[in-house]
Structure formats: structure tokens, C-alpha cells
């Protein structure tokens, strides 16, 4: 299917009227590049005014291309947290390029729920460490005052900050 005015149009009206993602035509995105780059052409060799219907429909295409990826992509995204928090994975009128996004989203949206739980979860818990190299007087997070520490001291201290001192190489859980 060859592209045209009323065809983006009427994609762009369906974008914004449902809620998932719509159907899009095979090759859309290689089709729009080559429709945008003729257009734009159409529109450079010939001497339009603003008032020119041709090159307000220019305009109008641009932002209702520019709508639709963007309206596609917020569509995208709420997917991919909804699949991220436990739903099935749905690639229903996704492209190839949206599907390698969505994937991406996923992945990285399940390993920020998985960091935030763990934070969750590890917050109030106390740590027992064994200090590995001296450490100053400090003020924690909770903006209590800790050490000073030396070598061979073991502390009982609250989990985020021992998470800091283990991956620091400053102490080691005991």
C-alpha cells in the first residue's frame, strides 16, 4: 500500500482513539521516510507560501508522523511495564524496531522493580561487618553519626550502609 495524506490521517486518528497500538501497514516506517523525503522535495522544488495547501498539508504530516510515533512509544511503554510487573508479553501490532524497544523496556523495567523490592526490603534490616580498612567518622543516611572504624571491628550497622561498605570493599558480612 502506498502511503498518502488521508491514509496518515487516518492512522494518526486511530492512534489517538484506541487504547493499545494499532495495526500498522507492512514497511510503515520505510514507507513514511521515502513519502516524507518526496513530499519534501514536492514541496522545495516549487515556490509555496504558507497559504499553499500543499505545503500546510506538508506541515500537518509531519506533526500527525511525529504524533504517531509519539502516542506509539507512551503505548509502548505502558505495556512494557505491565509485562514487567508479572503480565503476559503482548507484541500484538508491534514493528520490528517497536518489538526490540519493548523488549528492552521490559528488561530493564523487571531489574529496577527487582532493585527497588530488594531495596524494600533490606530497609530497617542491621548488618553485622567486619571492617576491612579504617574509616572515618561518618553520618549515615538516617543522618546518625557513625565510626570511627579500624581494622578487625565488627559492627552492627543498618543495610544500605553495609550494602555500601561490602561493595566498597570496606567490610565483609560476617
Known amino acids: 500500500m502506498e502511503l498518502s495524506y488521508e491514509i496518515i490521517r487516518k492512522l494518526h486518528r486511530q492512534e489517538i482513539k484506541e487504547p493499545d497500538l494499532v495495526k500498522l501497514p507492512d514497511n510503515f516506517f520505510n514507507e513514511i521516510k521515502d513519502f516524507l523525503e518526496n513530499s519534501q522535495k514536492n514541496v522545495q522544488s516549487k515556490q509555496y507560501s504558507f497559504e499553499d495547501d500543499e505545503f500546510r498539508k506538508y506541515i500537518n504530516v509531519k506533526k500527525m ?3 504517531i ?7 509502548i511503554i505502558k505495556r512494557a ?18 518489538i526490540k524497544i519493548y523488549d528492552d523496556l521490559v528488561k530493564n523495567t523487571q531489574k529496577y522493580l527487582v532493585e527497588f523490592k530488594t531495596e524494600k526490603e533490606i530497609e530497617g534490616k542491621q548488618v553485622n561487618l567486619e571492617i576491612t580498612k579504617e574509616i572515618p567518622k561518618f553520618i549515615g543516611t538516617d543522618m ?12 552492627t550497622l543498618p543495610a544500605n550502609i553495609a550494602k555500601i561498605f561490602i561493595s566498597k570493599e570496606l567490610g565483609k558480612d560476617v
Open 144 to 155: 546518625a553519626e557513625y565510626g570511627p572504624y579500624k581494622i578487625g571491628d565488627k559492627v
Open 65 to 67: 508522523i511525529d504524533d
Open 81 to 98: 511495564i505491565s509485562s514487567a510487573k508479572g503480565n503476559d508479553k503482548n507484541f500484538d501490532n508491534l514493528s520490528g524496531k517497536e
Open 69 to 75: 510515533f509519539n502516542l506509539r512509544y507512551t503505548k
